[in-house]
């Protein structure tokens, strides 16, 4: 079912409205791309580009798949072995993915452009990029971090960044950005277990197309149209989540934890409110859902990360500890810059904020939430 528009998403037909569509790449290619690239091999790269895959075999599609790697031995080996074991353990990966470390072959004629690359790389990864890219792709983020440096969310930074290398201009790639997001813990889903998401792009023609695109039998992603929304919801759970491990890592219980996130999502909702994202976003899949994921799974990153710090570790320690990407670690003090900016109050990331730069020791975080002036449960409030 398209939660936009109440109707079922059709896998194979055509979209409707595909010739209305100012898109070339959906124009040309109604019946989807031709060619997709992931951007990326780290555990969600990896994990997508066999959600692709997959989609691509159920609909009888005729599509190929690349998985670019930045590290030329290890996409070897990945292509050699036909598993990516560093980054999903265990998972044989289907053999129509094309493993490669060439991003002139990767795309070459990629029409659906997908960035699983860490929020913090992701502008200088697309400035070599954009030489090869496909004016008329379209460019699906996977990333939930904010820009430290600018506090641009990544659809942000892809119309920026494209906007500037190719010369088409920000607005172009502005619609031709969208993003995927909701409760999508990469292990999970690269051992097939049922998942939703979310695909949002300012226009639901692009968002349905891209759908089409990643739904596998395991895998069913919605569509949607606030990509404000559906980017903050994303980021800010991982801040929340770091703090969900901190109360873990001091061995609070569940009430504590169940407090953190209802709170989490209040302030959430209220950036993204703030934002102009919608309410309704920030119920469902990359709202209260991938919230609700990340929160209670010794998978997340950034939950491991706050369960190191809460049980003791040093901001150092913990980052030597962590061995793939915990976005929260970077993108909370620019979500709370972002909040600073827009007057909306972020009690919960502020405090993660304290901590992680060391201004807050970990066990007085409890008492610093807890001790401020008792207020409303409204949203506003
Ligand atoms: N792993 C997961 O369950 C999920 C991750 N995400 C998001 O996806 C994004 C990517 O995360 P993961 O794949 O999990 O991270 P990861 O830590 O598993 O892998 C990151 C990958 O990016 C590569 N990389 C780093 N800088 C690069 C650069 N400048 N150019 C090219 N490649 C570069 C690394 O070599 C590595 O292969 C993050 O924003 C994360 O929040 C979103 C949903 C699920
Ligand atoms: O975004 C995720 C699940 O939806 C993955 O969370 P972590 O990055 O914390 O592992």
Not at 128 to 135: K, L
Not at 218 to 226: H, K, L, Q, S, V
Not at 234 to 258: E, F, H, M, P, Q
Request: one cysteine or more; glycine letters at 10%; charged letters at 20%.
């Amino acid at each position: 079912m398209n939660v936009s528009t109440g109707r079922p998403i059709d896998r194979k037909a055509p979209p409707e409205t595909a010739a209305a569509s100012s898109l070339t790449a959906l124009a040309d290619e109604p019946n989807g791309p031709r060619k997709v690239v992931v951007l990326g091999a780290g555990s969600w790269g990896t994990t997508f580009a066999k959600v692709l895959a997959d989609a691509a075999r159920e609909a009888s599609a005729e599509r190929t798949v690349h998985l670019w790697g930045r590290n030329r031995e290890a996409m070897d080996r990945v292509r050699e072995t036909g598993r990516n074991e560093r980054y999903v353990p265990d998972i044989d990966l289907p053999r129509e993915i094309q493993f490669t470390s060439d991003l002139g072959e990767a795309l070459n004629g990629a029409r659906l452009v997908v960035a699983a690359i860490p929020a913090q790389s992701l502008r200088a990864q697309l400035g070599a990029v954009a030489e090869f890219i496909d004016p008329d792709a379209v460019v699906l983020s996977l990333a939930k971090g904010l820009e430290s440096a600018t506090g641009l969310r990544m659809t942000e930074v892809i119309a920026q960044a494209l906007g500037e290398h190719t010369g088409g201009g920000r607005d172009q790639w502005a619609r031709r950005s969208c993003v995927l997001s909701g409760p999508n813990l990469a292990m999970e889903i690269a051992r097939e277990e049922p998942t939703a998401s979310v695909v949002a792009a300012p226009d639901l023609t692009t968002a349905a197309w891209v759908a089409r695109c990643c739904a596998a039998p395991y895998f069913r992603p919605y569509t949607n149209t606030d990509v404000t929304g559906t980017e903050i919801g994303g980021l800010v759970k991982n801040v929340i989540a770091l703090c969900v491990g901190i109360c873990d890592g001091r061995g609070y219980g569940d009430n504590s934890k169940a407090s953190v996130m209802t709170r989490g999502l209040a302030e959430t909702t209220r950036l993204a409110l703030a934002l102009g994202g919608e309410l309704t976003t920030l119920s469902g899949l990359s709202g209260m859902g991938d919230l609700v994921a990340t929160c209670s799974s010794s998978l997340s990153r950034n939950h491991t990360a706050g369960r190191l710090l809460g049980s003791g570790l040093t901001m150092s320690q913990v980052q030597d500890a962590m061995t793939q990407t915990a976005e929260a670690i970077r993108s909370a003090p620019a979500v709370l810059a972002l909040a600073q900016e827009h007057g909306v109050e972020m009690p919960i990331t502020e405090a993660v904020v304290g901590v992680l730069r060391g201004d807050i020791p970990v066990d007085q975080l409890a008492p610093k939430l807890l001790g401020r002036d008792l207020k409303s449960e409204g949203n506003s409030a």
